[in-house]
C-alpha cells in the first residue's frame, strides 16, 4: 500500500517578499508537532517535493525536528505557485518503490491537487478542498503506481492537523 501526503507550510510570517517569507515561532512548533505526528505513522517518507519557497523548506527542517524521517528530498520551484497539475506531475515522478511520498506546497494546490484526486462527496475531502490550515495534511492510500494517479483516484483521503 502507498501513501500520498500533502501538506500545506507551516504558519509564516508577514513583512518579507512572498517568496522569502519565513516561519512564525509559532509556525516552527506546528512543524515540530506535525513531524511527531507524521513519525508515529511513516517510520520513513521515502521522497518529499517541497516547493522552493523558505517556509516550506523550514516547515522540512521542522517535521525533522519533530521526528519525520525522510529518504530523498526534492526542492521544486515549480510548486511555489503550483496547481493541482503541478502536484500530480510531482507524483507522477515519484520513484516507483517509494512507499510514501509527501509534498510540502501551497494553497490552493493543495487543497486543489486533493480536490482534483478525491470524490468530492466524501465529507474529509469535502473539508480539505475547501483550504489547508496552515501545518495541516491530507493522507490518501493507493495500491496502484504512482504514474497512474489520476482525477478522482484517490477517494478516501485523512486529515492531520495541530489544532
Same mark, same amino acid.
Given at each position: *500500500?502507498?501513501?500520498?501526503? =500533502? *501538506?500545506?507550510?507551516?504558519?509564516?510570517?508577514?513583512?518579507?517578499? %512572498?517568496? @522569502? +517569507?519565513?516561519?512564525?515561532?509559532?509556525?516552527?512548533?506546528?512543524? +515540530?508537532?506535525?513531524?511527531? *505526528? /507524521?513519525?508515529?505513522?511513516?517510520?520513513?517518507? %521515502?521522497?518529499?517535493? =517541497? #516547493?522552493?519557497? /523558505?517556509?516550506?523548506?523550514?516547515?522540512?527542517?521542522?517535521?525533522? =525536528?519533530?521526528?519525520?524521517?525522510?529518504?530523498?528530498?526534492?526542492?521544486? &520551484? %515549480?510548486?511555489? @505557485?503550483?496547481?493541482?497539475? %503541478?502536484?500530480?506531475?510531482?507524483?507522477?515522478? #515519484? &520513484?516507483?518503490?517509494?512507499?510514501? =511520498?509527501?509534498?510540502?506546497?501551497?494553497?490552493?494546490?493543495?487543497? #486543489?491537487?486533493?480536490?482534483?484526486?478525491?470524490?468530492? #462527496?466524501?465529507?474529509?475531502?469535502?473539508?480539505?478542498? +475547501?483550504?489547508?490550515?496552515?501545518?495541516?495534511?491530507?493522507?490518501?492510500? *493507493? @495500491?496502484?503506481?504512482?504514474?497512474?494517479?489520476?482525477?478522482?483516484?484517490?477517494?478516501?483521503?485523512?486529515?492531520?492537523?495541530?489544532?
Amino acid at each position: *500500500m502507498k501513501n500520498l501526503i =500533502v *501538506m500545506r507550510h507551516a504558519e509564516a510570517a508577514f513583512g518579507y517578499a %512572498d517568496h @522569502d +517569507r519565513p516561519l512564525t515561532d509559532y509556525g516552527q512548533s506546528q512543524a +515540530r508537532v506535525m513531524g511527531s *505526528m /507524521l513519525a508515529q505513522r511513516f517510520p520513513v517518507i %521515502d521522497y518529499v517535493w =517541497v #516547493s522552493d519557497a /523558505l517556509r516550506t523548506r523550514q516547515t522540512l527542517a521542522g517535521l525533522e =525536528v519533530g521526528g519525520a524521517r525522510f529518504g530523498q528530498v526534492q526542492v521544486s &520551484p %515549480d510548486l511555489y @505557485d503550483g496547481s493541482h497539475l %503541478d502536484l500530480v506531475h510531482c507524483v507522477h515522478g #515519484s &520513484p516507483p518503490e517509494c512507499a510514501a =511520498v509527501l509534498i510540502v506546497a501551497h494553497e490552493p494546490g493543495v487543497s #486543489s491537487v486533493v480536490s482534483y484526486l478525491g470524490d468530492t #462527496s466524501t465529507p474529509v475531502t469535502r473539508t480539505l478542498m +475547501r483550504g489547508f490550515s496552515p501545518a495541516t495534511v491530507g493522507i490518501a492510500q *493507493m @495500491d496502484f503506481p504512482w504514474g497512474a494517479v489520476e482525477m478522482g483516484m484517490l477517494p478516501v483521503w485523512e486529515k492531520l492537523s495541530t489544532e
